[in-house]
């Protein structure tokens, strides 16, 4: 996925007069595309109702999802009661799916936004005049790129040790380098342009380009590219649990329900993999097709009133 | 007993659907190729010319753009009536089509000779050697030097005029009747633009090739038709006799071209001959659009210019306009009986 | 291309140190003393000084490093914690393991992955093109491990044609019909992400190809759209595809890490799985160079097919 997305350009660029203008008028039209986009409306509807859920797992899980009836374990989906069923240990499905959104989305979407910000940084470091110093910046990035990116966040977390903190931060770390490649391609592409030139022209300081004229312009690459980091996250980070290197067991989190029931799947019960499974394939799918539908919105030639 | 034409396009429509309705690229074309002949079809990009002859080849049937009738008559035969493995055997073989883009025309990762073997095996049943030493034969045609080392370049080693000649020589191979030329020189430089023009004529005098010569450039079609045909909206506005037409010109549009284009002798063409020096923008002609489709760029229009159909008026020696301020009752004296 | 392919392995050559240099820090992240853990909390103070100044432990980090460099170099990756066996026996046999896996695995990508690329790309905004290219969609968003459960659950365990791990039948072993048989479930699951993200790709330089000027005047000479397509067009999007391709490995192996850990499929990636639970730092160590090595080839290998396939940058200088 990642290779895909680094390739998207940036929004258009305009002299630094209307600049401002442009950039608020260009995320109103980009918000209007994508109001239009049906595909990417359904996909953040499903992303609140899923967060809600977790939100408000509390006070509308059906049961407590630590606690279960060992006489009543593994009952299939549809059991009167259990919407999704029983696992193992007789703990309900659904009620654990409802509290597993806690982990599983906190332990993906922090780490994006963490790396995001610090991609920020060292993006716009290097690449607005950073010259040689930022191409060797990236070079040394460049080490990071020859790990697989699931082996690398694997690896970080054995390392690390299991745990909430740790998975985030094991996560985090292993964003860092292709957020920031991102960042440092549009702030090298952005800092060429005429309107940097211009605002330089009329005194405006290094500090003040990169926070008014280059970070607006950077954002929305980084936007388009986090969002649809955040699919493949949300896979890697439950992927972690599932592996016990991330969240640890009896907390609810998807992976870590998967890998529960990866144990029972030989006697014949499917559903207790497959249907945590099968949560982060479409909250994963969510994220993708809503990153797809704000780079096309963020596209000029594809905003076609 | 006059000989049956090569080409005969009778009331040749075009139509694109757009997301703003559909556009009448062709809009009832007619007009005829002899054997032998060469007819040059001028008009800004947008007038229909590249579009009519894509349609002869019907290599425009896509999800938005359909021939919305016409016949075209080649050698008597309606090619919109033929199925597509009967086209497939026409195109590259009987009638050819050389592009405007030499430096991306050819396929980049294929030998020269082997492209060249590709389409005479695909059109004569011949073995592979006697195909090498066609293509061979095809590249002497078109005078490439050292035209056997040629075989084995790739499209890259060539330059922008070589890589025009194996273009031609991919369309001659298999020795066509006819070859529509769709702007075969705008990518390239001048010197080389009259080299690959005067080839074409060459082919057309030695092997009997007849040409539609598709070109922006009025110096071009003063320098290889015998007759002309002004496109203007996906109509032909005027046609006839080159000296006729060019030296006095009736339509208001090829007027305009004329003062447009400081003086042009015949033999002479500078790469700024081009035709859309005229103010007012290129046309585009939606299918409920009325009457003269130049009206609104036109200095002589009168209001029934814009409500009604232009009459096709005839002068002497096939030439032809359309036009209403042409009629021979109001302007009397203008036609030459 | 002489030069080219210089440059490309000067490049490796670089990436090899940073990725060994990458991998040698990454084990000092490890909490704790790693003497202490190996000798456990009864070991006097004095035999653990001792084992550390054996293991070189004593010395600065760059010496340290060295060190590792030159036993990495020599073959020889340590001692395994749990095992007791020098790491190289242990991953070798293993490492060949993953990259059959691999193989088969990526066979499966370009063999499924390319032609509906291709096809959809060829009829864009049919029926099939859209149909395919949701799926992939789907496809690029699915967990690995999830897919490896699911395909042993349909394909293993309720219509029984294939076995649900292992790479030899346990009674009857050997033979090559046997490894095959194994091959097939879990190469098909961690084939299932690469393979729609390869097929979109493939898509889309599709498309774009078949708008091109040569693709126009192959049409006008009256080659068959059939050749149009999968001689003129397909050789044309080599390149790119390659690439995604090349990239796509990357996911392939860090995916088949699940899928062996799924399958019991006896590779690095289970190695891995298992030494992550009994903390063997030596053996992770060197099962994530392995892994991080295959990939840097297969980047290498990669370019340098990637240039070789476009005339233009074969014969240039």
């Known amino acids: 996925m990642s290779s895909e997305i680094i390739t998207s350009s940036g929004p258009a660029t305009s002299p630094a007069r209307v600049a401002g203008w442009q950039r608020r008028s260009q995320w109103g039209l980009a918000m209007r595309a994508l109001r239009r986009d049906k595909v990417a409306v359904a996909a953040l509807v499903v992303l609140v109702a899923v967060t809600l859920v977790a939100v408000l797992a509390p006070w509308i899980s059906p049961y407590d999802p630590l606690v279960g009836d060992p006489r009543a374990r593994l009952l299939p989906p549809g059991t009167p009661g259990h919407l999704l069923g029983l696992d193992g240990q007789g703990r309900d499905i659904l009620s654990r799916l409802m509290w597993g959104g806690r982990y599983s989305l906190t332990v993906a979407v922090v780490p994006v936004v963490c790396a995001a910000l610090l991609a920020l940084v060292i993006g716009m470091a290097s690449g607005y005049r950073g010259g040689r110093r930022g191409e060797a910046v990236m070079r040394v990035l460049d080490v990071v790129f020859a790990f697989p990116i699931v082996l690398f966040a694997i690896a970080l977390a054995a390392v690390l040790g299991a745990g909430l903190v740790n998975t985030m931060v094991a996560v985090g770390i292993t964003l860092v380098p292709y957020m920031s490649r991102v960042v440092y391609t549009s702030t090298v ?42 699919g493949l996250v949300i896979v890697l980070a439950a992927g972690l649990s599932f ?6 067991p009896p907390a609810p989190d998807w992976g870590v329900m998967t890998a529960d029931g990866r144990q029972v799947l030989l006697e014949g019960y499917a559903h207790v993999a497959t249907v945590p499974g099968l949560v982060i394939l479409v909250v994963a799918l969510a994220f993708n097709l809503l990153g797809d539908g704000i780079r096309d919105a963020l596209d000029p030639h594809k905003q076609t009133s | ?13 075009t139509h694109f659907s757009t997301e703003h309705g559909i556009v009448k690229a062709v809009d009832g074309v007619d007009f005829t190729i002899e054997r032998g002949g060469i007819l040059g079809m001028v008009g800004e990009s947008g007038s229909g010319k590249s579009v009519t002859g894509l349609s002869i080849l019907r290599l425009l049937e896509s999800r938005n753009a359909t021939i919305a009738g016409g016949r075209v008559l080649f050698d008597g035969e309606d090619l919109l009536t033929k199925s597509a493995k009967e086209m497939r055997e026409i195109r590259g073989r009987r009638i050819s089509m050389v592009f405007q ?6 396929d980049p990762f294929f030998r020269v000779g082997d492209q060249l073997v590709e389409l005479i095996r695909l059109h004569q049943r011949v073995d592979r050697r006697t195909a090498r030493a066609k293509a061979l034969e095809a590249l002497e045609l078109v005078r490439i030097p050292e035209p056997g080392r040629r075989l084995s370049s790739y499209p890259h080693q060539l330059s922008g005029g070589q890589r025009q000649r194996v273009i031609i020589a991919l369309a001659l191979a298999c020795g066509p009747d006819l070859l529509i030329a769709d702007e075969p020189t705008t990518a390239l430089d001048a010197t080389v633009q009259k080299q690959i023009i005067d080839l074409l004529l060459e082919v057309n005098r030695e092997l009997g090739t007849a040409i539609l010569m598709i070109t922006h450039d009025f110096g071009v079609v003063a320098h290889t038709c015998r007759t002309v045909a002004v496109m203007y909206a996906g109509r032909i506005v005027e046609a006839g006799d080159v000296r006729r037409v060019l030296e006095t010109p009736e339509h208001p549009y090829t007027l305009g071209l004329m003062r447009a284009v400081p003086r042009v002798k015949s033999g002479g063409r500078r790469r700024s001959d081009r035709l859309h020096q005229i103010s007012g923008s290129p046309p585009v002609r939606m299918a409920d659009a009325e009457g003269c489709a130049f009206a609104p760029r036109c200095p002589e229009a009168v209001q029934r210019c814009s409500t009604a159909e232009p009459p096709r008026i005839g002068f002497d020696a096939g030439h032809s306009v359309l036009c209403h301020q042409r009629l021979p009752i109001t302007e009397a004296g203008r036609v030459s009986a | 291309m002489i030069g080219f392919l210089l440059r490309r392995l000067g490049w490796t050559v670089l990436i090899l140190i940073g990725v060994s240099v990458l991998v040698f820090l990454l084990m000092q992240l490890v909490p704790g003393d790693p003497v202490r853990t190996m000798l456990g909390m009864a070991a006097t103070g004095e ?12 010395r600065s980090l760059p010496i340290q490093y060295l060190d590792y460099v030159a036993g990495v170099l020599h073959g020889e990756l340590g001692q395994s914690l749990v095992l007791s066996q020098p790491v190289s026996s242990i991953l070798f046999p293993k490492l060949l393991n993953t990259v059959i896996l691999s193989a088969g695995s990526l066979l499966i990508c ?12 060829a009829r864009q905004y049919s029926l099939f093109d859209r149909g395919s290219m949701f799926l992939s969609l789907a496809g690029a968003s699915v967990p690995v491990y999830w897919a490896a459960l699911v395909i042993v659950s349909i394909f293993a365990l309720q219509l029984g044609w294939f076995p649900t791990s292992g790479m030899y039948d346990t009674r009857n072993p050997g033979g090559l019909a046997d490894v095959l048989h194994h091959l097939v479930l879990p190469a098909a699951a961690a084939a299932v992400v690469p393979t729609a993200v390869i097929a979109r790709m493939a898509r889309g330089t599709m498309v774009e190809a078949l708008q091109g000027d040569h693709v126009r005047m192959l049409r006008a000479s009256g080659v068959p759209e059939r050749s149009v397509i999968w001689r003129h067009a397909l050789r044309g999007i080599m390149p790119p595809v390659v690439n995604i391709v090349g990239l796509q490995v990357g996911y392939l192996l860090g995916g088949i890490i699940f899928v062996e850990v799924v399958f019991n499929w006896p590779g690095l990636g289970g190695q891995l799985y298992t030494s992550i639970t009994a903390g063997d730092m030596p053996l992770i160590q060197s099962g994530v160079l392995f892994i991080a090595l295959v990939f840097v080839l297969v980047n290498l290998i990669t370019d340098v097919s990637v240039a070789l396939l476009d005339p233009r940058t074969r014969k240039a200088a």
């Open chain 1, 189 to 230: 592409q952005e800092s060429a342009k005429e309107y940097v030139e211009a605002a330089r022209a009329a005194g405006a300081t290094d500090l003040e380009i990169l926070r008014k004229q280059l970070l607006p312009n950077v954002l929305s690459p980084l936007v388009v590219y986090g969002t649809t980091l955040a």
């Open chain 1, 243 to 248: 592996l016990g290197v991330g969240i640890t």
């Open chain 3, 110 to 121: 370009l063999l499924v992955g390319i032609p509906l690329g291709v096809l959809a790309g």
């Open chain 2, 101 to 106: 883009n030499a430096m991306t025309a050819l």
């Open chain 3, 47 to 58: 035999r653990v000084e001792e084992v550390r100044h054996q293991l070189g432990l004593d």
């Open chain 2, 1 to 13: 007993m006059m000989q049956e034409p090569l080409l005969a396009v009778e009331g040749l429509r």
